[in-house]
Structure formats: structure tokens, C-alpha cells
């Protein structure tokens, strides 16, 4: 079965630093992998999304992430944290063709230090 | 509007009493989803549906039930709430054909059970 971990749960950053959030899948194939950013009080919004090709994948509102098979990992980078990134962010692998749904990870909590 | 519509956005019940949490779509799309939030554990499907005649249990059904009126109506039921179903619900849509869609989400119900 598919998973999907976050090994950070709170990641603290000062704006204007760097950002980078890591993700970890299991899955047999090649996964279609997601990140989503819950703001407070809000739904879930897409950030970006990777099915195949080049493995840098750029996203709404300057956040970008890296696709590595040998690594199982889809980390996601911001080269200057705002203040308004402070969220929460899910990483997810995507439905395959043998019935499994979305699966996602536990969240990484970010906090922007002003 | 929202594309995806949750209704009540929070409510507060007692424990043994019926609660429905409705969901509505403009984005004509086939498939709708239930996930429960809680903290830590990231989003757990709850039950999906792919089109009106088609209903499935996800991995956490139990204590819940589920009606698809129509294409864009997907409503969650707790028969006779309890203390551990307070959480965060999310209702979500999805347009793709087998691993092709992302999710679009609901802002969610946030439901307390006393």
C-alpha cells in the first residue's frame, strides 16, 4: 500500500529565509505526487503537482519541488519565505489504476518568524 | 462562489444525536470525497463516490454514512455522534479519470461533539 510521510511536523523560519519541506513516499510505480496548502481556516489548495517528465516542478506562488526516484522523495522548496506562507502543508500520492485513493501525508506546520 | 460548498461550516452537537454535513459542486465533476481531519494524522478518506449509483467505504467508514443525491450533492451522516468523531471535515471533488485528477476542496466543517 501506498504512504506518505513528513518527517517534520513544525518547521520554524524567519522571512526571507529559505524554505525546504520534506516528503517521502512508498509506492511500487512511478507516483503521482502532490503538495496542498491548508491556510488557517481554510481548505486545502493545490501548490503543485508531478506526473511525469521533468522532475523540477514549479508551483503557484514561487514554491517549486523535486521529484527523486531513487530517494522516494518530493521535497518542497521556497528560496524567500513570506509571512503569508505560514500554513499547513501536505504532501499526497496520487490514485493508481488498481483502486488505491489519494494518500496523505501527516502535515508539516510552518511558522514565519517576522 | 466556492466551487466546492460545505454546509454548516461549524456545529456543535451532544453525543447520540444525528448529524449531516452537506456538500455541494459547480465543477460538474463525477467524483466527491469525505476526509476527517485531525491533528497529526493528515487527511483519512471517510467515503468517495464516482458517480450518482456508485458509493465506497474508505478506511475510516465506520460510524458514518454517506448519500449522493445527485451529480453535485454528496452529504456525510453521523447516525449518533460521538466525542471521537470531533474533528475537521473536508468535502472534495475530483475530474479525473484514473490517476489523472487533483482534488478540489471544501473549507470544511469543523464539528464538535460533546
Known amino acids: 500500500a501506498q504512504s506518505v510521510t513528513q518527517p517534520d511536523i513544525h518547521i520554524t523560519v524567519s522571512e526571507g529565509a529559505s524554505l525546504e519541506l520534506r516528503c517521502n513516499y512508498s509506492?511500487?510505480?512511478?507516483?503521482?505526487l502532490f503538495w496542498y496548502v491548508q491556510s488557517p481556516g481554510q481548505g486545502l489548495q493545490l501548490l503543485l503537482k508531478?506526473?511525469?517528465?521533468?522532475?523540477l516542478v514549479q508551483g503557484i506562488k514561487g514554491f517549486e519541488a523535486e521529484f527523486k526516484r531513487s530517494q522516494s522523495s518530493f521535497n518542497l522548496r521556497k528560496p524567500s519565505v513570506h509571512w503569508s506562507d505560514a500554513a499547513e502543508y501536505f504532501c499526497?500520492?496520487?490514485?493508481?489504476?488498481?483502486?488505491?485513493?489519494?494518500?496523505f501525508g501527516p502535515g508539516t506546520r510552518l511558522s514565519v518568524l517576522p | 462562489d466556492a466551487d466546492v460548498t460545505q454546509t454548516p461550516r461549524n456545529r456543535i452537537t451532544k453525543t447520540g444525536k444525528r448529524i449531516m454535513l452537506e456538500c455541494s459542486q459547480t465543477?460538474?465533476?463525477?467524483?466527491m470525497y469525505w476526509y476527517r481531519q485531525d491533528p497529526g494524522l493528515g487527511l483519512r478518506l471517510i467515503y468517495y463516490?464516482?458517480?450518482?449509483?456508485?458509493?465506497n467505504k474508505g478506511e475510516i467508514s465506520d460510524g458514518y454514512s454517506v448519500s449522493r443525491q445527485a451529480q453535485a450533492k454528496f452529504s456525510l451522516s453521523l447516525e449518533s455522534a460521538i466525542p471521537n468523531q470531533t474533528a475537521l471535515y473536508f468535502c472534495?471533488?475530483?475530474?479525473?479519470?484514473?490517476?489523472?485528477?487533483?482534488?478540489?476542496f471544501g473549507e470544511g466543517s469543523r464539528l464538535t461533539v460533546l
Open positions: 509506492y511500487g510505480a512511478t507516483p503521482y
Open positions: 499526497a500520492v496520487g490514485p493508481d489504476n488498481y483502486g488505491q485513493n489519494f494518500v
Open positions: 508531478y506526473f511525469s517528465g521533468d522532475t
Open positions: 463516490s464516482f458517480d450518482v449509483k456508485d458509493i
Open positions: 472534495a471533488t475530483s475530474g479525473g479519470r484514473g490517476r489523472g485528477g487533483e482534488l478540489f
Open positions: 465543477k460538474g465533476h463525477d467524483r
